[in-house]
T-cell receptor, first 113, second 114 residues
Framework: AQSVTQPDIHITVSEGASLELRCNYS??????LFWYVQSPGQGLQLLLK??????LVQGIKGFEAEFKRSQSSFNLRKPSVHWSDAAEYFC???????????FGKGTTLSVSS | NAGVMQNPRHLVRRRGQEARLRCSPM?????VYWYRQLPEEGLKFMVY????????ESGMPKERFSAEFPKEGPSILRIQQVVRGDSAAYFC????????????FGPGTRLLVL
């Protein structure tokens, strides 16, 4: 069965520092992969997605993610974090049937000044 | 172009009452998905609907929960005889017919059962 693991529950990064959030997936074929961000009390906003092609995907707000099939990973990166990036980040994969997304448990990002 | 709309944003119910959660998809979207988020957890899929049809309800609890997406009007997630364990955030997402894999989420309904 498909699954998503986000190993880091909580990460703190200094403002201006680089960021990498980890995501590992279990999937039988080439997955559709997503990163969403959720601010407190809000819904989820799509940051970026990978379907096929170039394994380095650019998203909104300066985020990017790299699909590495050999490592079953889809890590999210940002070169310079802003205080407004503090939020919860969810990695997700489709369920092969195309009827649902399977989410990881999320990583909470705190940004220190 | 308005996003996915959900109402109410907050809902308080006493044990045994019914909860009705509404979701209006984005304009032009014909697919609706419901997810539940428990505290400290990620989102868990509940049900996937197209107009007048339930396509996948593999994540729905077998009892007390139902969902519909009528030809006209919003999608409704109904929870009968609520219990404290139903307290959670319920999110609706929608996708266009030709890009089902990209789901856009609403702001959620926070249900609190007293």
């Amino acid at each position: 069965a498909q699954s998503v693991t986000q190993p880091d529950i909580h990460i703190t990064v200094s403002e201006g520092a680089s960021l990498e959030l980890r995501c590992n997936y279990s999937y039988g074929a080439t997955p559709y992969l997503f990163w969403y961000v959720q601010s407190p009390g809000q819904g989820l906003q799509l940051l970026l997605k990978y379907f096929s092609g170039d394994t380095l995907v650019q998203g909104i707000k300066g985020f990017e993610a790299e699909f590495k099939r050999s490592q079953s990973s889809f890590n999210l990166r940002k070169p310079s974090v802003h205080w407004s990036d503090a939020a919860e980040y969810f990695c997700a994969v489709d369920n092969q049937a195309g009827t649902a997304l399977i989410f990881g448990k999320g990583t909470t990002l705190s940004v220190s000044s | 172009n308005a996003g996915v709309m959900q109402n109410p944003r907050h809902l308080v119910r006493r044990r045994g009452q019914e909860a009705r959660l509404r979701c209006s998809p984005m304009k032009g979207h014909s697919h609706v998905y419901w997810y539940r988020q428990l505290p400290e957890e990620g989102l868990k899929f509940m049900v996937y609907l197209q107009k007048e049809n339930i396509i996948d309800e593999s994540g729905m609890p077998k009892e007390r929960f139902s969902a519909e997406f009528p030809k006209e009007g919003p999608s409704i997630l109904r929870i009968q005889q609520v219990v404290r364990g139903d307290s959670a955030a319920y999110f609706c997402a929608s996708s266009p017919q030709d890009r089902q894999e990209t789901q856009y989420f609403g702001p959620g309904t926070r249900l609190l059962v007293l």
